[in-house]
């Protein structure tokens, strides 16, 4: 039997990071990490595999050599079961493991919908974070011509957009009336809609899918309205769920959404067992609400916040709560949101006031590589505290929106932002007269001196 102070299981992310942070926290501690996989792939690089780069090859995470630097034992394997009181995991191999503590980072899986019929048939496809199955995935893709994408998140536009630069012909499907519509106020969204048709996507929203038609393999689906629309594949991005079987089977309390239930701490209902990113337990940072928001991101901060905490707890460091804070880009647009959209706010009954601006991302603009940049801020009535924010610009988008999310994290009012200092320079900034941030911010603070 193995013996280790630390035993993390999942090797994506938030189990890379776990060990990473653990060990660099507890460097005494001896850590193995368990994978089911040698070959782990970047999760937020996948659409890109269908595009822009030339395979799955090319969106590897080193997750190996990482571990390998921080003095962490990488075993390539799967873990069965977990006994809770004697502190096992067992694998399929037929090896225990005996560990101190316990970090469960299993990721998540996604969504196949029971209901919908004809998913069976080939050629329907769904997006794992499988290298195998994605190989597989492309090698097929590529022989087909016209495609059919279900749900536009993030990653439904993604792969629509990836799709439509190799020659697909690509139909994005969103059963809600708007593309990105949680993520997005219906504004920036409409921006993102249009960008996507002047690429080659063709665009439907407000139908959502019925069923795949076609003998044995993919001929077209039917929407909820009765349209048929061809395809030769079509790829279900329709969103993820937690893969907590294996904390369910061995008695680790799951809440009702089948999350691992965690504490700030990431520590689950028993004694000296963490879990970690898509697996575990989310709240939303403002509603304080159990979400089901999945990000690579997250599950990172998450991460950090389980290695340092392994063996003393420090009221510092605590995850309290998921901001939500996305980005992408569609070629040299980038934009990115953080927080709650205004209408998220409305539904939850928090009065707001917003902002609304429209620059440019370098100063002057006529300098080569400048980009208009949209900013929307949005904050509580009352306090002013930043509570959400939106942005639609150049490749600078990501950042500017890690800064909201910032600003969001730490509470951070429109008044201080208002009077917050910025470093800008011509090729990478916005103008310091024209910071679209801090004039979406000035919009808010007028509202509020007029009542």
Known sequence: MKQTDVLIIGGSAAGMVAAVTGKFSWPEK?????????????????????????????????????????????????VTSIDTKKKTASLADGETIQYV??????????????????????????????????????????????????????????????????????????KLPNIL??????????????????????VITGNGIRQVVGQDHVEGVELEKGEIVEADAVILSMGYKPNTELAKNSGIYIDEDNFIAVDEYMRTHESDIFAIGDCAQKRDFITRK????????????????????????????????????????????????????????????????????????????????????????????????????????????????????LAIETRITVNSLLTSQIGTHPCLTASPAAYPLIKAAEIIAGKMRNG
Request: charged share 20%.
């Open 30 to 78: 001896k850590f193995i990490l368990v994978k089911k996989q040698k070959e782990m792939m970047v999760p937020c690089g996948i659409p890109y595999i269908f595009g822009t780069l030339e395979g799955s090859a090319q969106n590897i995470m080193p997750v190996d050599p990482m571990l390998a630097k921080s003095g962490v034992e990488s075993i390539v394997g799967e």
């Open 181 to 202: 519509g949680t993520a997005f106020d219906v504004e920036l969204s409409d921006k993102i809609h249009a960008l996507l048709t002047e690429r080659g996507v063709n």
């Open 290 to 405: 159990r979400v089901s928001t999945m990000l690579a991101s997250t599950a990172c901060a998450e991460a950090r916040i389980a290695g340092m905490n392994l063996y003393n707890l420090n009221v510092v460091k605590t995850f309290s709560g998921t901001i939500a804070i996305y980005s992408t880009a569609i070629g040299e647009t980038g934009f990115g949101t953080a927080g709650v959209t205004e209408a998220r706010a409305r539904e939850e009954g928090i009065e707001t006031l917003t902002g609304l601006f429209e620059g440019v991302d370098r100063h002057p603009g006529n300098l080569p590589d400048a980009h208009k940049q949209t900013v929307k801020l949005i904050s509580a009535a009352q306090s002013g505290v930043i509570i959400g924010g939106e942005v639609i610009g150049g490749l600078s988008a990501g950042e500017l929106t890690n800064v909201i999310g």
């Open 101 to 174: 503590k316990l970090v469960i980072a299993t990721g998540s899986m996604p969504v196949m919908p029971r209901w919908l019929k004809g998913g069976e048939k080939k050629n329907v496809f769904v997006i794992p974070k499988d290298k195998v199955y994605l190989d597989d995935m492309l090698q097929t893709i590529n022989q087909c011509k016209k495609i059919v994408v279900i749900g536009a998140g993030f990653i439904g536009v993604e792969f629509s957009d990836e799709l439509s630069k190799r020659g697909h012909q690509v139909t994005l499907v969103e």
